[in-house]
C-alpha cells in the first residue's frame, strides 16, 4: 500500500497542470531507440521530492516486443549504501516522435518525458519536461569531466530552465584494478604449432632457448642488454589481463595457420593468453612476441 501511495504521489507531481502555458519544449530530431536502450547513469538532476536523498541514482531502458519501453529506477534512499529503492514505470513512445515519451506509473496516466539533448555516441543525454519543472542529466557512466558537466548544463539553462535549482547525484566509484606490472619474471613461453610443424621458444633462469618440431636447435645465455628489454617491455604490460586479450583474427581455426600462445609466469604464477595465428598477436602482445622470435635469429 505504501509503494502504491509513493508511486501515485509521483504520477500527481509529474502531470501536474502549470499555471500558465509553457514554451514549447524542442526535442532531438531523431533516436535510435536500440541505441538508447540500457543503462543511463543521472549525473544530475532538478530532483522530483522522490530523489531529493537519491544515491547512485540510474535508469535502465529496454524495448518491449510491443514497442512500450520497460524502465527500471533505482537509487539508494539516504546514502550511498542506503537500502536501493527501484520503480518500474512504462515509457510509450509518441507517434509524432520517438524522442517524446509518455512515462507511466499508474495506468492510465502518461508524465511528459522528452530526450531533448543527445550527443552522436549516445554517451549523454537530457531528459527535459515543457513545464521546466524536472530536468535530469544523465550518461552512460556514473561520472564525467567537468568540461562535459559545464556544457550539458549550459545546455540546460538555453532550454529555460534555472540551472541554480540542479543537483548533482553521488555515485559509488569502482576502484579499477591496479594492473599487475612484472618486476621479475620466472618463464617466459612462446608455443606455436600447426600441422606438420612446431616452435617453442622458452625463456628461464637467464637462458633463451628455441625448439623447432620438438628439437632444441639454439640455447643460448640472455645478456644485460637482452634482459633490460625484457623488463621494459613487460614493465608495460598488465600480466594479469593476457588471459582477457582478445585474438585480431582466428585464422588458425580455418586455414591452418599456426595455433599461437603465449604464458608469463611470475611469483609463482602463470598467465597464458588465449589462442591468436602465430603472425597476428593480440596489440599488447605484439612487442614482447616479435622480441622473442627475433633472438632466434
Same mark, same amino acid.
Given at each position: 500500500?505504501?509503494?502504491?501511495?509513493?508511486?501515485?504521489?509521483?504520477?500527481?507531481?509529474?502531470?501536474?497542470?502549470?499555471?500558465?502555458?509553457?514554451?514549447?519544449?524542442?526535442?532531438?530530431?531523431?533516436?535510435?531507440?536500440?541505441?538508447?536502450?540500457?543503462?543511463?547513469?543521472?549525473?544530475?538532476? @532538478?530532483?522530483?521530492?522522490?530523489?531529493?536523498?537519491?544515491?547512485?541514482?540510474?535508469? $535502465?531502458?529496454?524495448?518491449?516486443?510491443?514497442?512500450?519501453?520497460?524502465?527500471?529506477?533505482?537509487?539508494?534512499?539516504? $546514502?550511498?549504501?542506503?537500502?536501493?529503492?527501484?520503480?518500474?514505470?512504462? %515509457?510509450?513512445? $509518441?507517434?509524432? $516522435?520517438?524522442? @517524446?515519451?509518455?512515462?507511466?506509473?499508474?495506468?492510465?496516466?502518461?508524465?511528459?518525458?522528452?530526450?531533448?539533448?543527445?550527443?552522436? =555516441?549516445?554517451?549523454?543525454?537530457?531528459? %527535459?519536461?515543457?513545464?521546466?519543472?524536472?530536468?535530469?542529466?544523465?550518461?552512460?557512466?556514473?561520472? @564525467?569531466?567537468?568540461?562535459?558537466?559545464?556544457?550539458?548544463?549550459?545546455?540546460?539553462?538555453?532550454?529555460?530552465?534555472?540551472?541554480?535549482?540542479?543537483?548533482?547525484?553521488?555515485?559509488?566509484?569502482?576502484?579499477?584494478?591496479?594492473?599487475?606490472?612484472?618486476? =621479475?619474471?620466472?618463464?617466459?613461453?612462446?608455443?606455436?604449432?600447426?600441422?606438420?610443424?612446431?616452435?617453442?621458444?622458452?625463456?628461464?633462469?637467464?637462458?633463451?632457448?628455441?625448439?623447432?618440431?620438438?628439437?632444441?636447435?639454439?640455447?643460448?645465455?640472455?645478456?644485460?642488454?637482452?634482459?633490460?628489454?625484457?623488463?621494459?617491455?613487460?614493465? %608495460?604490460?598488465?600480466?594479469?589481463?593476457?588471459?582477457?586479450?582478445?585474438?585480431?583474427?582466428?585464422?588458425?581455426?580455418?586455414?591452418?595457420?599456426?595455433?599461437?600462445?603465449?604464458?608469463?609466469?611470475?611469483? %609463482?604464477?602463470?598467465?597464458?593468453?588465449?589462442?591468436?595465428?602465430?603472425? =597476428?598477436?593480440?596489440?599488447?602482445?605484439?612487442?614482447?612476441? =616479435?622480441?622473442?622470435?627475433?633472438?632466434?635469429?
Amino acid at each position: 500500500m505504501r509503494v502504491f501511495r509513493v508511486t501515485l504521489l509521483i504520477t500527481m507531481i509529474l502531470t501536474g497542470v502549470a499555471c500558465s502555458t509553457p514554451a514549447p519544449m524542442p526535442v532531438v530530431d531523431s533516436v535510435d531507440l536500440d541505441r538508447f536502450m540500457g543503462d543511463w547513469y543521472v549525473i544530475a538532476n @532538478i530532483p522530483t521530492f522522490l530523489e531529493k536523498d537519491a544515491y547512485n541514482p540510474m535508469e $535502465s531502458y529496454k524495448r518491449d516486443a510491443d514497442g512500450t519501453i520497460a524502465t527500471t529506477f533505482t537509487f539508494n534512499d539516504g $546514502s550511498l549504501d542506503g537500502e536501493q529503492k527501484i520503480y518500474r514505470p512504462r %515509457g510509450f513512445v $509518441s507517434e509524432n $516522435s520517438n524522442a @517524446i515519451w509518455g512515462m507511466q506509473f499508474i495506468w492510465p496516466i502518461k508524465a511528459d518525458y522528452r530526450i531533448v539533448y543527445l550527443d552522436d =555516441n549516445y554517451q549523454q543525454t537530457i531528459i %527535459g519536461r515543457t513545464s521546466r519543472d524536472y530536468v535530469w542529466i544523465m550518461a552512460r557512466t556514473a561520472q @564525467i569531466s567537468d568540461e562535459d558537466y559545464g556544457a550539458l548544463v549550459s545546455q540546460v539553462r538555453s532550454l529555460g530552465y534555472d540551472t541554480a535549482l540542479l543537483h548533482k547525484a553521488a555515485h559509488n566509484t569502482v576502484k579499477q584494478p591496479v594492473p599487475l606490472k612484472v618486476t =621479475n619474471f620466472e618463464q617466459i613461453e612462446y608455443s606455436a604449432i600447426s600441422r606438420g610443424k612446431s616452435e617453442l621458444i622458452v625463456v628461464q633462469k637467464g637462458r633463451y632457448s628455441y625448439f623447432l618440431n620438438d628439437k632444441k636447435v639454439l640455447q643460448t645465455l640472455l645478456t644485460k642488454t637482452n634482459l633490460n628489454v625484457l623488463a621494459t617491455i613487460l614493465a %608495460g604490460l598488465d600480466v594479469a589481463a593476457i588471459e582477457d586479450l582478445q585474438a585480431p583474427s582466428k585464422r588458425h581455426q580455418f586455414d591452418g595457420a599456426m595455433v599461437t600462445s603465449l604464458a608469463i609466469k611470475s611469483e %609463482g604464477k602463470t598467465h597464458r593468453s588465449v589462442t591468436f595465428d602465430d603472425d =597476428n598477436p593480440p596489440e599488447e602482445l605484439k612487442e614482447l612476441v =616479435n622480441y622473442l622470435l627475433g633472438m632466434r635469429l
